[in-house]
């Protein structure tokens, strides 16, 4: 039986040259991938390092935790509870700012208040609504004052005259007046009323 050997791609071999450019561009395109490969291997390398370096400084800033607040044993649960109390504390600072706020717009009011009385004379049994923003006072006079230098009418009229008082409350008023003996002097009380103007107390 005859054999034949027949080169059905002979004709699609590349010239000399085209080989030539092909050969080149393998080269090149090997070369390019190499050097991103190397880029990617360096850039997880040092993410790797950096992710082990941040292992060790939490381990160890674990350990000096531990060291330092005994019968703590994980950072963060402490974290959040100094948070909450830095928290709280500053609340509190706030409430306190208020208080202090609140005193002393009353002390201005007692101090315009007290402006027309004469010597002798006292505010007591200051009491402040909250809820309501009406403050209430008595108005102790000694009976040898009451109807001579302190008159009822005359010190509400000073009261409503006065500007700064009159920034601070509206509508002062009396309550009910009686007379009684304190510490055995005979006085005349006057139970005193007004609503808080401007302010939130």
């Given at each position: 039986?005859?054999?034949?050997?027949?080169?059905?791609?002979?004709?699609?071999?590349?010239?000399?040259?085209?080989?030539?450019?092909?050969?080149?561009?393998?080269?090149?395109?090997?070369?390019?991938?190499?050097?991103?490969?190397?880029?990617?291997?360096?850039?997880?390398?040092?993410?790797?390092?950096?992710?082990?370096?941040?292992?060790?400084?939490?381990?160890?800033?674990?350990?000096?935790?531990?060291?330092?607040?005994?019968?703590?044993?994980?950072?963060?649960?402490?974290?959040?509870?100094?948070?909450?109390?830095?928290?709280?504390?500053?609340?509190?600072?706030?409430?306190?700012?208020?208080?202090?706020?609140?005193?002393?717009?009353?002390?201005?009011?007692?101090?315009?208040?007290?402006?027309?009385?004469?010597?002798?004379?006292?505010?007591?049994?200051?009491e402040v609504s909250r809820d309501s923003a009406e403050m209430s006072f008595d108005l102790v006079i000694p009976e040898r004052l009451a109807g001579?230098?302190?008159?009822?009418?005359?010190?509400?009229?000073?009261?409503?005259?006065?500007?700064?008082?009159?920034?601070?409350?509206?509508?002062?008023?009396?309550?009910?007046?009686?007379?009684?003996?304190?510490?055995?002097?005979?006085?005349?009380?006057?139970?005193?009323?007004?609503?808080?103007?401007?302010?939130?107390?």
């Amino acid at each position: 039986m005859t054999s034949f050997k027949i080169n059905l791609i002979r004709k699609d071999v590349l010239p000399a040259d085209k080989r030539h450019q092909l050969f080149w561009f393998v080269v090149f395109y090997c070369i390019v991938c190499a050097i991103v490969l190397v880029v990617v291997v360096s850039g997880v390398t040092r993410r790797l390092v950096k992710a082990t370096d941040d292992r060790k400084e939490a381990s160890r800033i674990q350990t000096t935790f531990r060291e330092m607040h005994p019968g703590h044993n994980d950072i963060m649960v402490y974290a959040n509870g100094l948070r909450n109390e830095v928290q709280k504390a500053a609340e509190e600072l706030a409430d306190l700012e208020n208080i202090v706020d609140r005193r002393i717009y009353l002390a201005h009011i007692l101090k315009d208040l007290s402006a027309p009385l004469s010597l002798g004379v006292r505010i007591t049994d200051i009491e402040v609504s909250r809820d309501s923003a009406e403050m209430s006072f008595d108005l102790v006079i000694p009976e040898r004052l009451a109807g001579k230098e302190i008159n009822e009418r005359d010190l509400l009229e000073k009261w409503a005259a006065a500007p700064e008082l009159s920034k601070r409350v509206r509508n002062i008023h009396s309550v009910v007046s009686q007379r009684q003996k304190i510490e055995g002097q005979a006085v005349l009380v006057i139970r005193f009323g007004c609503e808080l103007a401007t302010k939130d107390i």
